[in-house]
Structures are given as structure tokens and as C-alpha cells.
């Protein structure tokens, strides 16, 4: 069974600070992983999509990796602003017997002070 | 594109009643994804469709929920009776390039149950 775990749990920084948030998975046969993030009451938004043959992804200030291997990914956030603020859930696309399967992590929820 | 769309926004019903969630994907997208989100669980995936075809219909807590998909710009999630425990929010999403392309959600639908 895939298992998705996101660490930190909950993160505070400065304005300005370059952070990295974590996702690790169980499972190695894996199609895709994508990052999101959500803002409270909103729904999801797409933040970078990771081909299971891709190294990395980059966005703007984000840039997310990806080691199949190891079943880790990171997203890496350059020069955060108070707008970061959100929770981050990291998603990994898995094969199944039928069709494959979309497994969440928990979330980072991250907070950027001004 | 105006995104994924769905409705009711917010629902606040009886336990007991019936409740109808609907999505509109984004268009040209083949697959559709009902999720549920709590506190506690996290984001679940109930049921999803590709080509208009439910392929995963595992996460569906219970007979009293169902879903269709009868055609390429439409699909309902349907509980009945509902029950307390049913609170949540439900997110519908889709994608294209199969199943394995980048996921889009809706707003999603907060329902409350009494």
C-alpha cells in the first residue's frame, strides 16, 4: 500500500527565507508525482507535475525534485513572501490492478511572517 | 477555460435527506475524480472515471453513495440517506493525457449534515 508522508507538519519562517518542504512514499512504482497547494476554504491548486522519468520541475520561486529511488521529493521555495502562506500536499499517482490511483500526503501547512 | 466547476458551494441539509453534488470539468479533460476531505482523514479519493467510465469505485464509504458521469461535461455525487458523519468538503477534479496528467480541482462542495 502506497503511503504518502510530508514532513514538517506545520512550518513558521521569516519573510525572505529560502525553505524546503519534504514528501517521501513508500512505493517506487510510482507515474507522477505533483505538489499543490491549498488555501483555507479554497480548493487545490497545481502547483508542478513530476514525470516518474523527470529529475525536477521549476515554477517561478519553486522548484520541486524528485528521487524515484529513494521515494522522496522536495519542494524548494526561494525568497518566501507572506502570500506562501497555505498548507503544500504533495501527491504521488500510483499504479494499481485497474487503472492507478492519486495518494495524498497529510500537508505542510506553512506560514510566512512579515 | 473556467476551471472545474461545482455546485453547491455549500450544503447544509438534515440527516436523512438526500444530497446531490454536481462538477462541470474543465473541457477536453477525459478523467473525473470525486474526492472527500476532513480533519481527520484527509483527502480521499471515492470514485473516479475516465472517458465517462467509473474504473475505481473502492473509496466509496457506503451503498448510500453513488456517481455518474453520463457524459463528457457532467457528473453528480449522490448520498442518500445522508448521515452526520457525511460532513465534509468534496472536491471534484479532472485531467487529461489519460489518467496520469496533471490533476485540476474544483472549489469543491463544504456539506454539512445535521
Given amino acids: 500500500k502506497q503511503e504518502v508522508t510530508q514532513i514538517p507538519a506545520a512550518l513558521s ?7 524546503v518542504l519534504n ?28 514525470q516518474s522519468s ?24 526561494a525568497a518566501s513572501q507572506p ?9 504521488v499517482r500510483r499504479r494499481m490492478e485497474y487503472g492507478n490511483k492519486l495518494v495524498f500526503g497529510a500537508g505542510t501547512i506553512l506560514r510566512v511572517k512579515s | 477555460d473556467a476551471g472545474v466547476i461545482q455546485s453547491p458551494r455549500h450544503e447544509v441539509t438534515e440527516m436523512g435527506q438526500e444530497v446531490t453534488l ?3 470539468p474543465i473541457s477536453g479533460h477525459n478523467s473525473l475524480f470525486w474526492y472527500r476531505q476532513t480533519m481527520m482523514r484527509g483527502l480521499e479519493l471515492l470514485i473516479y ?21 453520463p457524459n463528457a461535461s457532467f457528473s453528480t455525487l449522490k448520498i442518500q440517506p445522508s448521515e452526520p458523519r457525511d460532513s ?8 487529461s493525457g489519460g489518467t496520469t496528467g496533471e490533476l485540476f480541482f474544483g472549489e469543491g462542495s463544504r456539506l454539512t449534515v445535521l
Fill in chain 1, 83 to 91: 502570500g506562501d502562506s497555505a498548507t503544500y500536499l504533495c501527491a
Fill in chain 2, 49 to 69: 472515471f475516465n472517458n465517462n467510465v467509473p474504473i475505481d469505485d473502492s473509496g466509496m464509504p457506503e451503498d448510500r453513495f453513488s456517481a455518474k458521469m
Fill in chain 1, 13 to 19: 519562517v521569516p519573510e525572505g527565507e529560502n525553505l
Fill in chain 1, 54 to 77: 523527470q529529475r525536477e520541475q521549476t515554477s517561478g520561486r519553486l522548484n520541486a525534485s524528485l528521487d524515484k529511488s529513494s521515494g522522496r521529493s522536495t519542494l524548494y521555495i
Fill in chain 2, 88 to 95: 465534509a468538503v468534496y472536491f471534484c477534479a479532472s485531467s
Fill in chain 2, 22 to 24: 454536481r462538477c462541470k
Fill in chain 1, 23 to 50: 514528501c517521501s512514499f513508500t512505493d517506487s512504482a510510482i507515474y507522477n508525482l505533483q505538489w499543490f497547494r491549498q488555501d483555507p476554504g479554497k480548493g487545490l491548486t497545481s502547483l508542478l507535475l513530476i
